[in-house]
T-cell receptor, first 110, second 112 residues
Framework: GQNIDQPTEMTATEGAIVQINCTYQ??????LFWYQQHAGEAPTFLSYNVLDGLEEKGRFSSFLSRSKGYSYLLLKELQMKDSASYLC???????????FGAGTRLAVHP | DGGITQSPKYLFRKEGQNVTLSCEQN?????MYWYRQDPGQGLRLIYYSQIVNDFQKGDIAEGYSVSREKKESFPLTVTSAQKNPTAFYLCASIQQGAYGYTFGSGTRLTVV
């Protein structure tokens, strides 16, 4: 079957670093996405990993291990505006279908 | 500016009524998708279309129907057969060979 797991909720302090983990089991894996979603809004693209390793983009980094079916999103220098849900999603099989995890709600406190 | 337009943003429907959610894109993208999101859950795929006049069922297609008569348009009809239609509906598109969806702003459907 196809399954993506990530923690339901996390809390962190402004200025700190937080790591959101994601494990996946999908057929025909073609890459792993991270999206940010604020309440009532559409998801916005954060990162895409298709090869093993770390991709860095400003305060956000994403890591992928295909052999372990594991990814994480690292957020540095947290700001209040980073309070949102973070969705892990895998490209599965053909037709560019994205399979989404349930999302991790991150609350950043002063 | 190119993008995906979903309308309306909020929609109320009486039980037993069909309702159609609009999704229009001017990105010239080939593939379009409809997802449903419930509180505390991820996005679940309802229907998708790779080309005009062709579409496939996703994981939760029961109670929904779509059409793809034009490349720019992919409307979703929520029929009375859908038992629990209250949800946030998102339309997305992607160009073949590219990666990363473009999402519309979503339609929140409430059955009253």
């Amino acid at each position: 079957g196809q399954n993506i797991d990530q923690p339901t909720e996390m809390t962190a302090t402004e200025g700190a670093i937080v790591q959101i983990n994601c494990t996946y089991q999908t057929s025909g894996f073609n890459g792993l996405f991270w999206y940010q979603q604020h309440a009532g809004e559409a998801p916005t693209f954060l990162s895409y990993n298709v090869l093993d390793g770390l991709e860095e983009k400003g305060r956000f980094s994403s890591f992928l291990s295909r052999s372990k079916g594991y990814s994480y999103l690292l957020l540095k220098e947290l700001q209040m505006k980073d309070s949102a849900s973070y969705l892990c999603a895998a490209f599965s099989g053909g037709y560019n279908k994205l399979i989404f995890g349930a999302g991790t709600r991150l609350a950043v406190h002063p | 500016d190119g993008g995906i337009t979903q309308s309306p943003k909020y929609l109320f429907r009486k039980e037993g009524q069909n309702v159609t959610l609009s999704c229009e894109q001017n990105l010239n993208h080939d593939a379009m998708y409809w997802y449903r999101q419930d509180p505390g859950q991820g996005l679940r795929l309802i229907y998708y279309s790779q080309i005009v006049n062709d579409f496939q069922k996703g994981d939760i297609a029961e109670g929904y129907s779509v059409s793809r008569e034009k490349k720019e348009s992919f409307p979703l009809t929520v029929t009375s057969a859908q038992k629990n239609p209250t949800a946030f509906y998102l339309c997305a598109s992607i160009q073949q060979g590219a990666y990363g969806y473009t999402f519309g702003s979503g339609t929140r459907l409430t059955v009253v």
